[in-house]
């Protein structure tokens, strides 16, 4: 089989597992891209990492209408958490762009493992109270970090906001996932457009992982809607920490490959 067409096909496969992570989870579904074009493709970390932003963008945006359909957006919190996000993920494309692997390997397991052990404590949202001020300066600088992160990672930044907005805002879960996608693709544009300006991303790997995501993401979006809150927690947890192990495996493989040598 070529080369190309066995890259497309690991590509498309990539692209099926994000879109139905997206949707299920209320995620970019980059997470499973940045690990997937590392491990499937042997893509380079860094441009992994910008390749995934840009897929991350069809992604949320097929997520996203199944749960606006089911009126699971908090737009007034999407809103706050959008405007941060959008100045962090310039912040941490730039971030991208200078920072070793070895760094980008580690605040990625980092983020995962911290996302994982929350989600595992959450409890289920009953409702948030009205946007105060405070609400209101916590929520854009949580858009900020997680804007950052989205840039820097080539992740959404859904796995940080959606603990956030469930553990300290009392938002349910299917409101907090739906709330989540409205704000990454502002950040996900926002991050691309740097990482591109900056030779990060893939656009072509990006499009066909992205096309290929929209279906799943739907199919990911319908699951959700119909599973409990403390089972979809539950699983989410589980799904970040193995991907985490699997990630700290294979960066303590490469750094002992680079000591050998």
């Known amino acids: 089989m070529p080369k190309f067409t066995r890259r497309t096909s690991l590509l498309l496969l990539v692209g099926i597992a994000a879109g139905f992570l997206s949707g299920l989870f209320g995620v970019g579904g980059g997470i499973l891209v940045v690990p997937g074009l590392i491990v499937a493709t042997k893509m380079d970390q860094r441009l992994a990492h910008g390749t995934s932003l840009a897929a991350v963008l069809p992604i949320s945006f097929a997520s996203l209408l199944t749960y606006w359909v089911n009126d699971h957006v908090d737009w007034s919190v999407g809103a706050f958490l959008a405007?941060?996000?959008?100045?962090?993920?310039?912040?941490?494309?730039?971030?991208?762009?200078?920072?070793?692997?070895?760094?980008?390997?580690?605040?990625?397991?980092?983020?995962?493992?911290?996302?994982?052990?929350?989600?595992?404590?959450?409890?289920?949202?009953?409702g948030r109270n009205a946007l105060s001020l405070i609400v209101v300066i916590v929520?854009?600088?949580?858009?900020?970090?997680?804007?950052?992160?989205?840039?820097?990672?080539?992740?959404?930044?859904?796995?940080?906001?959606?603990?956030?907005?469930?553990?300290?805002?009392?938002?349910?879960?299917?409101?907090?996932?739906?709330?989540?996608l409205a704000v990454i693709i502002p950040t996900a544009i926002s991050g691309t457009l740097r990482n591109r300006k900056n030779s990060n991303a893939d656009l072509v790997a990006a499009s066909i992982v992205g096309a290929t995501g929209i279906i799943s993401a739907v199919a990911g979006g319908w699951v959700s809607a119909r599973m409990s809150d403390s089972l979809s927690n539950t699983l989410f947890a589980v799904f970040l920490l193995l991907i985490a192990v699997r990630m700290g495996i294979q960066a303590r493989a490469a750094a002992a490959v680079e000591g050998a040598a």
């Open 139 to 180: 929520l854009i600088a949580i858009g900020f970090a997680t804007g950052a992160l989205a840039g820097m990672l080539g992740v959404g930044g859904g796995m940080i906001m959606v603990p956030a907005m469930i553990v300290l805002f009392g938002i349910p879960s299917a409101v907090a996932k739906g709330t989540s």
């Open 83 to 126: 405007l941060g996000s959008i100045f962090g993920a310039i912040i941490g494309a730039k971030l991208l762009a200078i920072a070793s692997k070895q760094v980008l390997s580690t605040v990625f397991i980092f983020v995962l493992v911290v996302s994982g052990v929350k989600l595992l404590f959450s409890t289920h949202g009953d």
